[in-house]
């Protein structure tokens, strides 16, 4: 009997299963949806380099809107006309990879062909969810040391990815915590009182938007021309929300009649008041962090969540190239060994600029809002 050896892929076809596993991967990634290749995404989506005299850089850039007032009747226009600030910034990229190898022929007792397959499967669900975790810490300006739960990883290489140490920390005006009167209070979780956080409600959502418009978080526009907002929260942050009256009696007069209203859908993501609200278990909580490391500025023990309240150009990726798809036998072909490598990168852009000064640095698209989650108090 013929056997096939699937380590004497031509280039072309591994080329094929190559561009099959990323797309495999990229449908698994939660963010996928989220990407686009102009200034009106959320995930701003570059794929290829810029060549400078640094070499070939990807490169976001950020353009902030102009400040001044213009000319009126008959005054002179030309030779007063007003520059556009544009601000460019890198984004750091590196390469993922991770690997699956058969034991050997009689250890599997399925054939190599379902072997490469489930390979492909299994690979392509970790690359696609390791990207959600880093894109979700990375926006929530937290450290890859952490997963997305609180808990801190152990003998894990992706707090030395080559862009790791470029997340900076949310700015001033982009960053607050539900305080002990369900009131918006600047700061983070991790500066709040110690017992004073309270659960996300549908009020806090309308004050972050508030905040978002006085801040100039800019919006992503719908193709209706509606000005609209992506808010992430966890499951139980959903919960929360969902169980809020205010929330419940929004949704149920100002959503579509019927079973396919969102409150009785049960639909993961609900549009309410401009804001689209979407729940996913990688939007970080604590609730696996140790005792210090949860929010609460003395004792560190408070269980929550860091929800997302993100406008356009939120975030930048890097997604250069296809995954690299390898095969290789070893042990005179007695073993199969099956390698995936991307490269890529993520940042949260921050940029100069406000209605008086370009001196201070802000988050260029997200704002954070950390809460409580009833579930735990």
């Not at 894990?156 to 005006?173: C, G, I, R, V």
């Not at 959502?205 to 509606?226: F, I, Q, W």
């Not at 969102?262 to 993501?269: E, Q, R, V, Y």
């Not at 939120?314 to 995936?340: K, Q, R, T």
Request: net charge negative; glycine share 10%; hydrophobic share 40%.
């Amino acid at each position: 009997m013929a056997k096939t050896n699937f380590a004497a892929l031509t280039d072309e076809q591994k080329t094929a299963w190559g561009m099959d596993f990323w797309a495999h991967a990229r449908n698994r990634s939660f963010i996928n949806k989220f990407l686009g290749k102009s200034a009106n995404s959320m995930i701003h989506h570059i794929t290829e380099l810029r060549k400078d005299k640094k070499g070939a850089r990807a490169v976001l850039t950020l353009v902030a809107d102009l400040q001044g007032d213009g000319v009126v009747g008959d005054s002179r226009l030309e030779d007063n006309e007003e520059s556009m600030k544009s601000f460019d910034t890198v984004i750091g990229i590196d390469q993922l990879r991770n690997a699956n190898r058969l034991e050997g022929r009689m250890a599997d007792q399925k054939s190599i062909v379902n072997f490469r397959r489930q390979s492909r499967d299994k690979l392509a669900y970790w690359l696609g969810d390791r990207i959600d975790q880093i894109a979700f810490l990375t926006a929530s300006s937290l450290p890859y040391t952490w997963h997305t739960n609180g808990a801190t990883r152990t003998g894990s290489n992706l707090p030395n990815l080559e862009f790791a140490e470029a997340t900076p920390a949310p700015t001033t005006n982009r960053q607050f915590y539900l305080g002990a009167d369900g009131d918006l209070v600047q700061g983070t979780g991790f500066d709040a009182p110690d017992g004073s956080l309270t659960p996300l409600t549908y009020k806090s959502l309308v004050r972050m938007k508030a905040n978002a418009k006085d801040a100039y978080l800019k919006p992503l526009r719908s193709n209706g021309g509606e000005d609209l907002y992506m808010v992430f929260v966890t499951p139980q942050g959903m919960a929360d929300l969902r169980l809020d009256p205010d929330f419940i009696q929004n949704i149920r007069h100002a959503g579509v009649r019927g079973k396919s209203n969102d409150l009785f859908s049960g639909a993961s993501s609900v549009m309410v008041d401009g804001m689209i609200i979407h729940e996913y278990r990688h939007v970080f909580s604590n609730e696996q962090a140790a005792d210090g490391d949860r929010f609460g500025a003395t004792t560190g023990t408070d269980t929550g969540q860091r929800a997302l309240f993100c406008g356009a150009q939120a975030l930048g990726m890097a997604d250069i190239g296809a995954a690299e798809w390898v095969e290789d036998v070893f042990d005179y072909e007695n073993e199969l060994g099956i390698s995936v490598a991307k490269i890529f990168g993520f940042l949260n852009p921050q940029f100069k600029g406000n209605l008086s000064s370009y001196d201070t640095k802000e988050n260029f698209g997200v704002m954070v809002l950390d809460t409580a989650l009833s579930v735990y108090s």
